[in-house]
């Protein structure tokens, strides 16, 4: 499969949650977190800040297919996220968002910033296909790619740190 990420790269993958986790594709801002079950990155297809994917590296669908010790590794990092994310991203809500049609087994962080909720309304998940299809049409400036590296950078810093 192909697709462009959003500073225009095009990116080649089969599963794009193993082909990131594996490293074998590259994104903007890298990996923000890995251990050997997970791998934590800023989604490559929408640049709002604290938009993170938490991925298993393994080839799962399902939270079902995890071990114990993977269930319990990954919501312990889901937690550490989502501390980080609400101290560094000014917002009103985080939606997390399983996708049901994934072939591959990860979550998203949504934050609803100010921005977001200023031009959308009042956090609601029936939105989510909408701002996001939105999001992913947009154009980055380099002012906007400087903000959102920039924040990577400090979610990285923190989630590494704490771990």
């Given at each position: 499969m192909k697709k462009t990420d959003f500073l225009g790269n095009e990116l080649i993958f089969e599963?794009?949650?193993?082909s990131i986790a594996n490293k074998k594709t590259?994104?903007?801002?890298?990996?923000i977190f890995e251990s050997k079950n997970f791998a934590v990155y800023q989604d490559?297809?929408?640049?709002?800040?604290?938009?993170?994917?938490?991925?298993?590296?393994?080839?799962?669908?399902?939270?079902?297919?995890?071990?114990?010790?993977?269930?319990?590794?990954f919501f312990a990092l889901v937690e550490k996220g989502r501390k980080i994310i609400k101290k560094y991203i000014p917002m009103e809500k985080i939606t997390v968002v399983q996708e049901d049609k994934a072939?591959?087994?990860?979550?998203?962080?949504?934050?609803?910033?100010?921005?977001?909720?200023t031009n959308y309304g009042e956090p609601d998940k029936r939105k989510l296909?909408?701002?996001l299809n939105d999001l992913r049409s947009e154009k980055i400036t380099p002012a906007k790619w400087k903000e959102l590296s920039?924040?990577?950078?400090?979610?990285?810093?923190?989630?590494?740190?704490?771990?």
């Open positions: 599963c794009l949650s193993c590259e994104i903007p801002g890298g990996l490559p297809f929408v640049p709002l800040p604290g938009f993170l994917v938490f991925s298993s590296k393994r080839h799962i669908k399902a939270i079902n297919e995890m071990s114990v010790k993977e269930y319990n590794e072939e591959h087994f990860n979550i998203w962080f949504f934050p609803w910033t100010k921005e977001i909720v296909a909408y701002i920039e924040t990577v950078e400090i979610i990285k810093k923190e989630i590494n740190s704490k771990l």
